[in-house]
């Protein structure tokens, strides 16, 4: 979708920090607050994030009911290391690996 910022009002991607219109960013998502304070504040996201998030939040059960693609995506935007000739298992596991070192940042 097309975006001017002349014509249609912006919203930043709390996540990604891109500006979007305000239909591209309606998404909302449970992020840590910044600074000193605890806690998690709503705040608006992007599609593109949205997606991201909800993979990065998912069960290993739920991860498994995805598609092939949306791994392929994920793991290309947050460099997991993945060797080999893959398959969805293997990307399911790698996904669950890069959580427990802390690669999803």
Known sequence: K????VFTRSTRCNHCGYSYCMSCADHQALMPR???????DQVHVCAF???F???TASSKTRLKTLQLSKF????????IP??????K???VDAIIA?????LLT
């Open 34 to 40: 910044r600074g000193t304070a605890s806690g998690y």
């Open 49 to 51: 994030c949205i997606e």
């Open 98 to 102: 890069a959580r427990v070192h802390s």
């Open 89 to 91: 298992n293997d990307l």
């Open 82 to 87: 993945v060797k080999g000739p893959i398959d």
């Open 72 to 79: 392929r995506r994920y793991v290309d935007a947050y460099s």
């Open 53 to 55: 998030l909800d993979i």
């Open 2 to 5: 097309e975006f001017i910022i």
